[in-house]
C-alpha cells in the first residue's frame, strides 16, 4: 500500500498542466511525475514538490498489473462557499512559490519571456534575463514564439507589496535611511521594469501592423536589450544597497507600474505611450533633482550609479518612441491614449535635455500638462 498522484483527473497549478501526459522519472531516488507544460515535479509517494507545491495524494493499492485508486467521495464534493474561499486562498499561497520557474516546454523567446515572469526570486530574474538576452542577440536562440503571459509576475512571497501613496515617504537623501529609501524605491521600479519587457514581448507576440504586417524582429531584439538593461539597473541597486547595510526587499514597495500594464493590456500602442514614454520619460525628468541629492550629501558612489541608469533609460525612451511611431505616426493619437489611460495631467519640471536626446520633443508631451 503506497500513495500516488490520481491520473486523468487532476492537473498541475494553473493553467493546468495534465499530469497524466507528464513523464515520470526517478528523482532522488523516488518515482516522480513531471508537469509537461510547467516541468514542476511532484514526488508519487508522498505528492510533494522541489518548488514547494503539493499535489493531493489519495491511498492506492497494486494487484497484479492494475492499479486500484480509492477516492471516496472527494471528486463529487462540491464545496460549499466558505469552502471554497479557504481553496482560493489557498491557491493563492501556491502561485507564488519561492523557487526559480520551470524550464519552458519549447526553446522560443516568448516560452522563456514567460519562464521569467514566473520567476520569483529578483536575483534569479536577472540570472535569466542575462542569460536569455545573450542567446538571442548571438543567434543561439532564434526562434520569437507565442504564448500567453500570466497576468501578474511572480514574486518572492515575502515582499511586502502596499498600495501606491503607502510605501515609506522617501526624503531627500541628506540621512543614510533616506538615501536607502530612494535607491530600494528605484530597485522596485527596476524590477518591475524587467517583467514589463519581457511582458511587452511575450504579450504582443502576435500583434501586426496595419492589421497584416507582423512585428518585425527588431523590436523583440529592442525589448530584449531593454531587458537586460533594467536587470542590470537592478543587479546594481540591490548590491548597493548591501553595500549600505540593507538589501531589497527590507521595505514596503507599491506595484503602480504593473497597474499600467495591466490598464493597457489590451493594446500595444496604448501600451508604447504609458509605460514606455510616460512612465519611463518622467524617470528622466526625475533625474536632475536626485542626482544632485546624493551628490549633496557626499554619497558620490550612488550618483555615479544613477548617472548610469539615466544615460541608459534615455534609450528606453527612445524605444518607445521609434516602436510608437512605427507603428502609428500620429502624436496626435499618442496624446488621445494617454488622456485615456493616464490619471491626471503630465506634471514639470521636464528633464528637457534627456527627452530630446531621446527623440521626444515638447510636441509630445508640453500638450498633456493642465492649463495654467
Wanted: glycine share 6%.
Amino acid at each position: 500500500m503506497t500513495s500516488a498522484l490520481i491520473p486523468n483527473q487532476y492537473s498541475c497549478i494553473p493553467p493546468g498542466g495534465p499530469l497524466e501526459l507528464g513523464d515520470i522519472e526517478d528523482l532522488d531516488g523516488y518515482p516522480t511525475v513531471f508537469c509537461p507544460w510547467h516541468n514542476y515535479d511532484f514526488n508519487l509517494k508522498t505528492g510533494e514538490s522541489s518548488t514547494g507545491l503539493q499535489q493531493q495524494t489519495y491511498e492506492v493499492q497494486v494487484v497484479g498489473s492494475e492499479v486500484y485508486i480509492n477516492i471516496d467521495v472527494e471528486l463529487s464534493r462540491k464545496p460549499n462557499s466558505d469552502q471554497a474561499s479557504d481553496e482560493t486562498n489557498i491557491r493563492k499561497t501556491e502561485l507564488s512559490p519561492d523557487a526559480i520557474a520551470p524550464r519552458p516546454s519549447s526553446d522560443t523567446l516568448c516560452n522563456w519571456a514567460v519562464t521569467i515572469l514566473c520567476t520569483p526570486d529578483p536575483e534569479k530574474k536577472v540570472r535569466l534575463t542575462l542569460e536569455v538576452a545573450d542567446r538571442w542577440i548571438t543567434g543561439d536562440l532564434s526562434d520569437i514564439g507565442e504564448c500567453t503571459p500570466p497576468d501578474e509576475p511572480v514574486h518572492t512571497k515575502d515582499l511586502k507589496v502596499v498600495a501606491v501613496g503607502k510605501t515609506r515617504k522617501l526624503g531627500k537623501a541628506g540621512s543614510l535611511g533616506s538615501r536607502v529609501s530612494l535607491l530600494h524605491s528605484l530597485a522596485n521600479i527596476e524590477q518591475w521594469a524587467i517583467d514589463l519587457s519581457w511582458d511587452i514581448i511575450a504579450r504582443f507576440s502576435r500583434s501586426c501592423v496595419d492589421g497584416e504586417r507582423p512585428l518585425p524582429k527588431e523590436f523583440f531584439t529592442d525589448f530584449v536589450k531593454v531587458a537586460a538593461d533594467e536587470a542590470k539597473h537592478y543587479k546594481l541597486l540591490a548590491e548597493r544597497l548591501l553595500s549600505l547595510g540593507s538589501f531589497f526587499g527590507s521595505q514596503p514597495v507599491h506595484n503602480g507600474l504593473w497597474q499600467s500594464a495591466q490598464e493597457t493590456s489590451h493594446s500595444l500602442l496604448s501600451r508604447l505611450a504609458i509605460v514606455h514614454m510616460v512612465h519611463e520619460a518622467r524617470g528622466l525628468d526625475v533625474h536632475p533633482k536626485t542626482h544632485a541629492r546624493f551628490l549633496s550629501a557626499g554619497d558620490k558612489e550612488s550618483a555615479d550609479l544613477l548617472e548610469v541608469l539615466y544615460t541608459e533609460e534615455i534609450t528606453h525612451v527612445a524605444t518607445g518612441i521609434q516602436w510608437f511611431s512605427f507603428i502609428c505616426d500620429s502624436i496626435t493619437t499618442f496624446h488621445e491614449l494617454v488622456r485615456k489611460h493616464f490619471k491626471g495631467y503630465l506634471k514639470p519640471p521636464f528633464d528637457t535635455s534627456g527627452r530630446e536626446q531621446a527623440g521626444m520633443t515638447e510636441a509630445w508631451y508640453l500638450p498633456l500638462v493642465k492649463p495654467s
